[in-house]
């Protein structure tokens, strides 16, 4: 699985806006009295899951060097 630079900024467009979208669902539920802190962990956990995609994509448009 080869990658273009243009694919990869695609999936990173698309891991970043839903790292947004669960951003805001999360200040959403951990402001509400009634929060459910089973599913704000399985949110935050899914957040950083996404940030760790993230990471990951990025280190593939960083061209290799030779040592």
């Known amino acids: ?3 273009t ?3 990869i900024a695609e999936i990173l467009a698309d891991l970043r806006t839903q ?3 669960l951003d805001d669902a999360v200040a ?3 402001e509400s009295p009634a929060t459910n802190q ?3 962990t399985r949110l935050k ?3 950083l899951s ?3 995609q ?3 994509w990025e280190s593939k448009l960083i061209p290799d060097l030779d040592a």
Do not use: G
């Open 19 to 21: 790292h947004r979208d």
């Open 50 to 52: 996404l940030k760790d």
């Open 38 to 40: 089973l599913q704000l």
């Open 54 to 56: 993230i990471a990951w």
């Open 5 to 7: 630079p243009e694919r």
């Open 45 to 47: 956990k899914r957040k």
């Open 28 to 30: 959403r539920l951990a």
């Open 1 to 3: 699985m080869h990658e």
